[in-house]
């Protein structure tokens, strides 16, 4: 009863305002917003930019806006690219979770790719603040999955934790509440998206739009062989002949779309194994890698890097999840927010 109370009387919130997804964490509660990270924008007669939908909504207009409207994705590679556009989404979640009740302007935990730079911290910062927050925190976003996903980051230990987000992977080993050693490279989801919308278009001649591709990924797409053979039918437009087309196209195809992504996921990590000090390269062969984010959800890439390091390799529960979870925990407990938060 005491943390529902709590919860009610505090609208403090963490952000994970990741490239494909936007997640929010209240204070005293849990998730409660999980909306793409699209926004739809119109303009008028005198050309001022209007936003017209957001999150879900947004995302179902991709690829099917009129002229006069346009539906963008204002997050590339884990940092901003329309600032108006994210200021504006962050004020509408914000609106949205509190409903029509008048509260303080929240504190606010916002996630940021390892590596970022000062400008790009300062981006997240004021767009934080403009869609109406009192105090932002940044913390990174390897160090929020390896608390969501559970690793003792606070122990005199290695952790390995491979984030696999929608703009980039990044892979830190964490030690003493601090990041020993990072590393990162700009593919995630969305290279995977587009590796099966070239590969469609140069097999098949078939132009795909980016939700089927997507979809593709999820229902057949795999990092090594699996058994049985998977099918999926695909409908898209046909390149030559300009007309609607369908294509049979199959689990090993679209693994050999997804090879050279996941190759590159796959070396990411093996020079970040060959770069961790002696001491914590010890623990990590004990304790194994952690994979986290929503690219950890393709199949077999576990057991693909498994082979490929010759370490235990598992993935986080929740996956999806584990960024969000991982600094909603630093919100609940303010001396950890201190200790891990970056300037």
């Known amino acids: ?21 936007t997640r929010i964490y209240a204070k005293g509660q849990d998730i409660v917003m999980n909306e793409p990270t699209v926004v739809a924008v119109s303009r008028d007669h005198t050309g001022a930019r209007k936003v017209s939908a957001v999150g879900r909504a947004a995302k179902e207009m991709l690829g099917r806006t009129p002229t006069g409207i346009e539906a963008i994705r204002p997050m590339r590679g884990g940092v901003i690219a329309d600032f108006e556009s994210v ?13 029509n009740r008048s509260l303080a302007a929240p504190r606010v935990i916002v996630c940021v790719p390892v590596g970022v730079t000062e400008v790009e911290k300062r981006a997240v910062r004021e767009a934080v603040m403009t869609a109406g927050a009192r105090e932002v925190f940044l913390i990174e976003e390897p160090m929020a999955a390896a608390l969501g996903a ?43 998206d587009e590796a099966i919308v070239q590969y469609v278009k140069r097999r098949y001649n078939l132009l795909l739009g980016e ?30 002949q300009g007309v609607p087309k369908s294509v049979v196209l199959n689990s090993d195809e679209v693994r050999e779309a997804l090879a050279e992504t996941v190759s590159s996921i796959v070396e990411v990590v093996r020079v970040s194994l060959e770069r961790t000090p002696p001491e914590l390269a010890a623990d990590i062969v004990d304790r194994g890698i952690v994979l986290a984010g929503g690219g950890a959800l393709l199949k077999k890439l576990d057991v693909l890097l498994r082979e490929e390091t010759g370490l235990p390799v598992f993935v986080a529960e929740d996956p999806m999840c584990a960024v969000v979870r991982g600094i909603g925990q630093a919100l609940e407990k303010l001396d950890l927010l201190h200790e891990i938060a970056v300037n």
């Open 1 to 21: 009863m005491l943390k529902w109370l709590q919860g009610l009387l505090s609208n403090d919130i963490a952000l994970d305002l990741g490239t494909s997804n």
């Open 87 to 99: 200021s504006a989404m962050i004020r509408y979640f914000i609106k949205n979770i509190n409903g």
């Open 150 to 192: 559970k690793l003792p980051i606070t122990e005199p230990s290695g952790n390995m934790i491979v984030d696999i987000g929608g703009g980039r992977t990044e892979v830190a080993v964490i030690s003493l509440s601090g990041v020993v050693f990072a590393n990162w490279v700009r593919v995630g989801g969305e290279k995977m």
């Open 211 to 240: 939700q089927t591709a997507e979809e593709v990924k999820k229902r057949i797409g795999s990092a090594a062989p699996t058994e049985p053979l998977e099918e999926m039918e695909i409908k898209g437009r046909d390149v030559v």
